[in-house]
């Protein structure tokens, strides 16, 4: 558990790095042939891109930041409510709230969503290699069962 702790933050850190490292470097003439040393360049066996920590936390972030209807850039609990009653999600809403908003502001922001998924990712990285293949995601007909 530790190791995967460990992973998550180290991935967090190369990401905000390499983020930072590109906002500061000016255009390149020709785009290099890899952006990110994670960065999967070749499809899986399945004929689908691999997921990076990146690309995991991008997407995640764009639909759950569908939720702030006023775009102040985070989500309130009322704002939470509303987004999984349109998404008929099953569960408390405020329960799913209190275990994103880790700093209990009553806000999700974006730094506690890239902290959420990144926790997620870790979990789902079976093998830790940074890379999230079609048979680690969830609801893949070749992800392990949880009983196994």
């Known amino acids: 558990?530790?190791?995967?702790?460990?992973?998550?933050?180290?991935?967090?850190?190369?990401?905000?790095?390499?983020?930072?490292?590109?906002?500061?470097?000016?255009?390149?003439?020709?785009?290099?042939?890899?952006?990110?040393?994670?960065?999967?360049?070749?499809?899986?066996?399945?004929?689908?891109?691999?997921?990076?920590l990146a690309k995991f936390q991008k997407r995640r972030e764009k639909a759950i930041m569908a939720a702030d209807t006023d775009g102040d850039g985070k989500i309130s609990l009322v704002e939470w409510e509303a987004f999984q009653a349109k998404r008929n999600i099953k569960g408390d809403p405020a329960k799913s709230f209190a275990r994103i908003d880790s700093n209990h502001d009553g806000f999700i922001d974006r730094a506690e969503l890239d902290a959420f998924f990144a926790k997620?990712?870790?979990?789902?990285?079976?093998n830790g290699d940074g890379i999230l293949t079609a048979d680690e995601m969830p609801g893949h007909k070749s992800a392990p069962k949880p009983e196994q």
């Open 1 to 52: 558990m530790i190791r995967r702790s460990i992973l998550a933050a180290a991935l967090g850190l190369l990401t905000t790095a390499a983020l930072a490292q590109t906002a500061t470097q000016p255009p390149a003439a020709t785009p290099p042939a890899s952006t990110s040393p994670a960065a999967p360049t070749a499809p899986s066996p399945t004929g689908k891109s691999d997921i990076s």
């Open 120 to 126: 997620r990712f870790a979990k789902l990285d079976k």
